[in-house]
């Protein structure tokens, strides 16, 4: 439980990043959550989407993750993701000084969604 408690911490803190609302909420029963799957939909599309603008490898790592196990949930829950087939340009909001041409990889998230979902119980 504490594993997913955290992962629904994780999902606020990007509720920011995403400008979306998550679609996760405390069920009835103190150990259950629900999503609200449309919700959820749009809210990883968003996060998708500002993923590929990224150019900060901190920040696209930090993301990284969640979105790979999100994406799993999408797709498990009958939805799709319509910003995995598109290319999006460069985000200004957080640029990394460092390497300005970092850009994110789609087919990385989407092997690394892969590994998620053989991971995770059907």
């Known amino acids: 439980m504490e594993s997913v408690e955290r992962c629904l911490h994780t999902a606020d803190a990007l509720v920011s990043i995403s400008v979306r609302q998550s679609g996760i909420t405390r069920a009835a029963a103190s150990d259950e959550w629900e999503i609200h799957v449309s919700t959820f939909e749009r809210f990883v599309d968003a996060l998708v989407t500002r993923?590929?603008?990224?150019?900060?490898?901190?920040?696209?790592?930090?993301?990284?993750?969640?979105?790979?196990t999100a994406l799993v949930l999408v797709e498990r829950g009958g939805g799709n993701v319509p910003s995995l087939g598109r290319e999006v340009g460069p985000d200004a909001r957080d640029v990394s000084v460092s390497d300005l041409r970092?850009?994110?990889d789609l087919g990385k998230?989407?092997?690394?969604?892969?590994?998620?979902?053989?991971?995770m119980p059907a």
């Open 51 to 68: 993923y590929q603008g990224l150019n900060h490898l901190s920040l696209r790592s930090l993301v990284e993750g969640f979105i790979a």
């Open 102 to 104: 970092a850009r994110a």
């Open 109 to 119: 998230l989407i092997e690394f969604s892969t590994v998620h979902s053989g991971a």
